[in-house]
């Protein structure tokens, strides 16, 4: 049994294949295409007809300037057919992937936000999602929901799972600011006077 690594030897192993050059003896240990629409069909040299060989193979050979063109171009593909974008039934590109709310590729000056650096660090997100500062007020709060819910909403976007995934965060984040202007509201309430008003005797 052979070792591992080892080569099984044949007792009788097969003749070696002649060099395919004419007159020539030697064996024919070097496979070279026989022509460019053959590259897997080889002539058989030895060494020295297939450096002559190669140094004289010219893929091109024959064809014209267009036909040349054109296989560059089809090996820029891998051989592979190419269509314009779109002509397979691809969706409509989302236009909200090209908003700018920034001006950074307009000439538009970017739209003014206060930070929310200030702002509590459990708001920090919900405040970035939508796209508002701190201090917030509750007003302000409904009405950026309500643009972005009309944004975002599935029937504004054919149905899009992006903007349906989008829609549910923006909820959670309304949802997160709106109490959170709740409690605060509460804690700055004026307290309640517990004294009852004195009966006139």
């Not at 044949?10 to 070696?16: C, F, L, M, R």
């Not at 036909?67 to 057919?81: C, V």
Request: proline fraction near 9%; glycine fraction near 6%; aromatic fraction near 8%.
């Amino acid at each position: 049994m052979a070792r591992r690594g080892e080569r099984l030897r044949s007792d009788n192993p097969s003749p070696a294949q002649p060099c395919d050059a004419p007159g020539c003896e030697a064996a024919g240990e070097y496979r070279a295409p026989r022509d460019r629409s053959r590259l897997r069909d080889y002539y058989h040299f030895c060494l020295e007809h297939v450096r002559a060989y190669n140094q004289a193979w010219d893929y091109y050979k024959g064809m014209s300037t267009d036909e040349i063109e054109q296989n560059l171009r089809e090996d820029s593909g891998w051989q592979r057919p190419t269509w314009p974008l779109g002509r397979l039934g691809h969706t409509k590109l989302n236009p909200e992937i090209f908003r700018d709310p920034l001006g950074l590729f307009g000439e538009a000056p970017p739209t003014p936000r206060k930070s929310a650096r200030e702002a509590p660090p459990e708001l920090r997100a919900a405040l970035d999602l939508m796209g508002l500062g701190w201090p917030l007020e509750e007003d302000a709060l409904r009405a950026r929901y309500k643009e972005l819910a009309k944004r975002y909403h599935p029937d504004s976007n054919g149905g899009d799972k992006s903007a349906e995934d989008r829609l549910k965060d923006i909820n959670r984040a309304y949802s997160l600011l709106r109490k959170r202007l709740a409690v605060m509201a509460a804690e700055q309430a004026p307290p309640k006077s517990s004294a009852s008003p004195s009966r006139a005797a």
